[in-house]
């Protein structure tokens, strides 16, 4: 009886999850609000809603269209309190939070294919990371390397800066801005024999990821490509 009590209390002392606000968690989301915000029933390459849930991962069209040959596993939906965490990180200026992305928010299929050989991340635009003072990109890959132990490669992609805000554009005019402004830099340390993890915080168009594997065509053997957060299509 005694124990029971003290384990509610120290309960109460853990922070309310981030999602309902209301459930006292350990970690950063409660059990049930952690079902309803992992990446599931949704197509991964259009976040196209209303698939199977854990049976199918690509709607037809992007099935039909052949975009869906990259192999590419997301965590949650860009949705309520992963929203809230991951604007807390960037606008606030947090990155200690992403410690709360933890092993098992991670898709299955990272897991298993434990034998990257590095983890490379998207590159952020400078005057936003000057301005943040971090990069939240670099903070993403770090937490991950932590958790998978696979090395992250620092600097292999640079951007320049573009100096309007990229959220009110559509894919074709990000992809076209992505062009004139990201850079491949390389590292003497990728091989062409390598196995990467291509990693970006939110996926929204697509765009991004497209641009940045473009560039590591040719260069290494295989790409993998990982998402913290993905937008369904509206
Ligand atoms: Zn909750
Ligand atoms: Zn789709």
Redesign the pocket.
């Known amino acids: 009886m005694f124990s029971l009590k003290a384990s509610t209390v120290v309960k109460d002392f853990f922070p309310?999850?981030?999602?309902?606000?209301?459930?006292h968690?350990r970690e950063i989301?409660?059990e049930?609000?952690?079902l309803k915000l992992r990446f599931s029933g949704a197509c991964k390459f259009c976040g196209q809603g209303g698939l199977s849930k854990d049976l199918e991962e690509v709607c037809l069209p992007c099935l039909s269209m052949g975009s869906a040959k990259q192999r590419m596993s997301i965590s949650f939906f860009y949705e309520g309190?992963v929203r809230t965490w991951l604007k807390d990180i960037k606008q606030n200026g947090r990155p200690e939070r992403f410690r709360e992305l933890l092993l098992k928010h991670l898709p299955p299929q990272i897991l298993s294919a434990q034998n990257y050989d590095w983890i490379l991340g998207a590159a952020s635009d400078p005057i936003q990371t000057k301005r943040r003072l971090f990069d939240p990109s670099d903070s993403l890959c770090r937490r991950l390397s932590t958790l998978t132990g696979v090395p992250f490669l620092k600097g292999v992609f640079d951007r320049h800066p573009f100096l309007h805000s990229q959220k009110e554009l559509d894919r074709e005019s990000r992809k076209r801005i992505l062009r004139q402004t990201l850079v491949w830099k390389g590292s003497n340390l990728l091989k062409p024999h390598h196995r990467v993890l291509f990693v970006d915080d939110i996926v929204t168009t697509a765009a991004t990821v497209e641009s940045h594997l473009k560039l590591l065509k040719n260069k290494v053997s295989t790409v993998d490509v990982y998402a913290l957060a993905r937008t369904l299509k509206t």
Do not use: D, T, Y
């Not at 309310?16 to 459930?23: D, F, G, H, M």
């Open positions: 309310s999850c981030e999602a309902c606000r209301i459930v968690s989301f409660c049930s609000c952690l309190g």
